[in-house]
């Protein structure tokens, strides 16, 4: 499966590329957007030395919020090459004393894991001629995470967890409505879905993020 999206992602930046020497009206569109983000993702269990016992533990994530820019070249009215960044967070859990039976005594944290990612690609435009104007596209590139730090003040113990930059590529769906019939101001409305793994540097723990990525803004086209 993940053959078959990156040969049709490389094919689709072929097809926008080879557009621009025959693009007869280019055009940019400019997008930013407050973004929600839902991470599909497990959780991921290991076991550590916190303070002096050795404890199963649980790190997850949860939603988080942020913000994100599109910049576009239009080649075509139907084809834009792009460049996509988001600068997010995810709601992390960090949980110690997973036993069987001893609820009780679980020790819990939380804090936000800061996400980045950018990533390269290319839209189809569906409607362009059109009072709404329905595009899809397909993106790779990467994700970068900041440390996180969860304290756990039973056992007098902070544990900070790095994170490995990762891979990603995945799919957008979106519309741009524009203010006026003459405006140059969009309104604009996108769904992305993209895959990418959060690692520790180091350690053990892994988690398949694969995030789903609303975003809701305004759009400039000149």
């Known amino acids: 499966m993940k053959r078959i999206t990156t040969i ?3 094919l689709a930046i072929l097809v926008a590329v080879s557009g621009v020497a ?22 991921s269990q290991t076991e ?10 649980e790190l ?15 080649t075509s009215p139907k084809w834009g090459i792009v460049l996509l960044g988001i600068f997010t967070d995810m709601e992390g859990t960090f949980v110690a004393g997973l036993e069987p039976g001893e609820e009780s005594e679980l020790v819990t944290d939380n804090n936000t894991v800061d996400v980045y990612t950018v990533n390269f690609g290319a839209n189809y435009h569906f409607t362009p001629e059109s009072r709404v104007d329905f595009y899809a596209g397909a ?8 440390s996180v730090k969860f304290r756990l003040p039973i056992q007098d113990e902070e544990i900070k967890i790095d994170f490995d930059d990762q891979f990603s590529y995945g799919l ?8 006026g019939s003459e405006s140059p101001w969009l309104f604009t409305v996108a769904v992305k879905y993209l895959i990418s793994d959060l690692k520790e540097s180091g ?5 398949s993020i694969d995030p789903i990525i609303g975003s809701i803004g305004i759009g400039y086209r000149f």
Request: net charge negative; hydrophobic share 35%; charged share 20%.
């Open 172 to 179: 957008n769906a979106g519309i741009d409505v524009p203010f």
């Open 8 to 10: 049709c992602l490389t």
């Open 60 to 74: 997850s994530l949860d939603s988080g919020q942020g913000f994100g820019f599109d910049l576009e070249y239009k």
């Open 22 to 43: 025959a693009a007869s009206d280019p055009s940019w569109i400019v997008r930013g957007s407050y973004v929600k983000t839902w991470p599909s993702t497990d959780s």
């Open 203 to 207: 350690g053990p723990r892994e988690i």
């Open 139 to 146: 993106y790779l590139g990467w994700f970068s995470y900041d």
């Open 48 to 57: 550590s030395v916190i303070g002096d016992n050795p404890l199963l533990n």
